[in-house]
């Protein structure tokens, strides 16, 4: 699936239709924006595995006590 | 007037059993009555196993007089969530795809409770296929939130947090995929214990993602859930619960060093304002108790879920395909639609979550270096209506649950106070990879000096 919806808007919403025509069931019409929206989050999460881990200063070093 | 449970923890039922104060057929009937009369409300159970559960409590009598007391678990009403195989007994997932479904034999853990002499009372609510949210188009209503039934229990071992919460059972055996444990006992203010990722053998449990699958431990305290695993978990992780023989015995657990993993739920996803002050008066108890507290980064919350969730829906699907090519008409619509939106993902979409798995385990690794226990918390806040419960809140924001699942680190989620209407509020204390049994022992200290645990739901 496309991996930055937020960056290709156009190619994540064709990517969403081809994946409803694959359905082997009708959506129900309520359901179609709450499906669209996971859709999408879902190619965020992809993106998101696509970067390396964001390793802060904190992970590397013990804490400072409180 | 229903009779209130003769035991408000399995451990003290156990003791009163060993010492022949009560008998286990008194006790599971006590039980049942309260499935009786509290049942219809809550949904907690699809199967109520009354004449197995009263020929095992009648079995455990027996044997018990003759002299023949097994352990803790002998005689002890216990149910299961219903995605752990039943030799005999329906074993459903929640799902008309398997309402008919008579497994020929009895799960791994099961036959562990069987060796101990526990008495079975029934099998319980899930999400279908312990996945999703709750759903009103399957053949049973969702389970409801013992302390106020307009309210979600979490989930998906929904069943099991409402049927220990209110009294029905007095310990149970949940999943737990990605906070499927620990979530619902936080919403309903009971204890729940997701042990290391291999802790317990979860052979002839209905998998939902087998790479991150658990099975867990649900009950009203960190000692009943101690007690459950030392019954079915694996000999050397087991702690040594104390509290059968000496009941009241200090727990130390001075100079332990906790890490607070403040930013996930106060940067990354922050949590209500009322459970972030239950957590740093958590925080307090075990600063108390002698531990060392100092703040823990990790990547950031959003980066554990994009992970674990995509390694989740790549591998439900991988088992599910074939019957949403066949017949998707069998599931509910909330489990289908969720579940078919693993079509969407590539194979290089799979790889770079597993490989970003590897990467995050190791920076977890890097934290644990110098600590013995990390402390953040479970869910969001308190238990939200069931009416706005959504199965898709999975999308909506990460869950706090998810890292330890990716890493299978042993966790345990406990109760750290009450919201303004009432509700229970949990946070997660997680131990390093196989220390299953330090981490209980905190969990028992942290419970020693509180009194969280001892609260009961208006419907007690």
């Known amino acids: 699936m496309p991996s930055d919806p937020s960056g290709d808007a156009g190619r994540s919403d064709a990517s969403f239709a081809a994946w409803l025509d694959g359905l082997r069931f009708s959506l129900d019409r309520s359901e179609l924006e709450a499906v669209r929206a996971a859709y999408h989050q879902l190619a965020r999460m992809n993106e998101l595995n696509r970067k390396p881990v964001s390793l802060s200063p904190g992970t590397m070093h013990p804490g400072t006590d409180e | ?460």
């Open chain 2, 1 to 460: 007037m229903i009779a209130a449970p003769p035991f408000s923890s399995l451990a003290a039922a156990a003791r009163a059993i060993k010492s022949k104060a009560i008998s286990p057929i008194e006790l599971v009937q006590t039980c049942l009555d309260r499935v009786a009369r509290k049942d219809s409300a809550l949904h907690a159970f699809i199967t109520v196993t009354a004449e197995r559960a009263l020929a095992d409590a009648r079995a455990a009598e027996n044997e018990i007089s003759a002299g023949g007391w097994r352990g803790p678990l002998h005689g002890i009403p216990i149910g299961l969530k219903d995605v752990i195989e039943t030799k005999g007994i329906p074993t459903t997932a929640h799902s008309r795809t398997l309402q008919h479904n008579r497994p020929q034999h009895d799960a791994a853990v099961v036959e562990r409770l069987r060796e101990a002499g526990a008495v079975l009372m029934g099998k319980l609510s899930t999400h279908e296929f312990a996945l999703g949210g709750p759903s009103w188009d399957l053949p049973w209503p969702p389970a409801r939130n013992p302390w106020n039934s307009a309210h979600f229990t979490g989930g998906s071992s929904s069943g099991p947090a409402a049927a220990v919460a209110a009294g029905m059972v007095l310990g149970a055996i949940g999943s737990d995929t990605s906070g499927s444990v620990r979530s619902p006992a936080a919403f309903c203010g009971i204890t729940g214990f997701k042990p290391g990722y291999d802790a317990i053998d979860a052979r002839g449990v209905l998998p939902v993602a087998p790479s991150l699958d658990t099975v867990g431990v649900m009950a009203w305290t960190v000692e009943d859930c101690g007690l459950l695993f030392e019954a079915v978990g694996r000999a050397d992780r087991a702690a040594t619960p104390s509290a059968v023989i000496a009941p009241g015995s200090g727990i130390d657990i001075k100079g332990m060093r906790i890490k607070v993993l403040r930013h996930f739920y106060a940067e990354d996803a922050p949590i209500s304002t009322e459970n972030q002050a239950a957590i740093e008066c958590a925080l307090a108890v075990f600063r108390e108790l002698g531990c060392t507290i100092s703040e823990g980064r990790l990547p950031a919350l959003p980066e554990w879920m994009a992970c674990g969730f995509i390694i989740l829906l790549s591998e439900v699907y991988r088992l599910h395909r074939g019957r949403l090519e066949t017949s998707p008409e069998q599931y509910g619509a909330a489990f289908r639609n969720i579940v078919s939106l693993g079509a969407a993902l590539s194979e290089d979409d799979c790889a770079v979550a597993e490989r970003k798995r590897m990467e995050l385990v190791a920076a977890m690794q890097i934290l644990m270096e110098d600590c013995d226990l990390l402390v953040t918390a479970v869910q969001n806040g308190a238990a939200p209506r069931l009416d706005k419960a959504s199965p898709w809140a999975v999308f909506m924001r990460p869950s706090q649950a998810m890292p330890f699942s990716v890493t299978g680190q042993p966790a345990l989620s406990l109760c750290c106070g009450y919201a303004e209407d009432g509700l229970p509020l949990g946070f997660q204390v997680v131990g390093r990879r196989c220390g299953e049994a330090a981490l209980l022992r905190a969990g028992q200290a942290y419970e020693l000096a509180t009194d969280w645990h001892r609260r009961r739901p208006p419907c007690w």
